[in-house]
């Protein structure tokens, strides 16, 4: 009996673990004038991610914002990620961007583009918190099949960009969490005769 919940607790450890899958993070908060910036944090086992900003001035500091870049082309970001693409699995990328309108337009950013090939399908969803004094915080929540080895994405539109966060993570499709619990069961199945 003991030996039978020991492992199941084994499989119910290990789906959960591949439910989650492997994960990166980073952030750029732009303290200077840098046109290719270190990220201020990032945590990605799979490598440095790159930015590269199109703009011809950077300011220090506008309406209590510090480090903001006024875009006159778009900032590409570049994420290293899993090593192989698995046709099973999907990537989740939330891209958060602290942003105003430049000084006289009052042009939304346009959605991310995300370069990713080859893909099969992606999904864009985009939150907006008005942060008051002209600023937003958007958060664009896009979705890609299969799983990408990295991802680019390219942020463009007449706007004034304060920070940049970007988090992904790798997700096995329900398919493969059930093809992991019946090799489970069978285990235990197996087990008993």
Request: proline content about 8%; aromatic content about 10%.
């Amino acid at each position: 009996m003991v030996n039978k919940f020991f492992v199941l607790f084994l499989l119910i450890l290990l789906t959960g673990s591949f439910a989650f899958g492997t994960t990166t993070a980073v952030i750029w908060t732009f303290p200077n004038a840098d046109l290719t910036p270190a990220p201020d944090f990032f945590d990605n086992a799979y490598g440095v991610p790159l930015l590269e900003v199109d703009s011809c001035y950077w300011i220090d500091e506008i309406d209590g914002y510090t480090g903001v870049w006024p875009l006159s082309g778009q900032i590409d970001v570049y994420i290293p990620n899993t090593d192989i693409t698995d046709p099973d699995t999907h990537k989740e990328i939330l891209l958060t961007l602290i942003w105003k309108p430049n000084v006289v337009n009052t042009i939304l950013p346009e959605l991310p583009l995300v370069a990713i090939t080859p893909f099969k399908k992606i999904e864009l969803q985009q939150i907006d918190i008005d942060l008051g004094n002209g600023w937003t915080e958007s958060t664009f929540n896009i979705t890609v099949w299969p799983n990408p080895t990295e991802e680019w994405l390219t942020i463009k539109g007449d706007i004034m960009v304060d920070s940049l966060t970007i988090a992904t993570m790798c997700v096995p499709e329900p398919a493969t969490i059930a093809m992991l619990g019946l090799g489970g069961l069978a285990l235990i199945s197996k087990r008993r005769v």
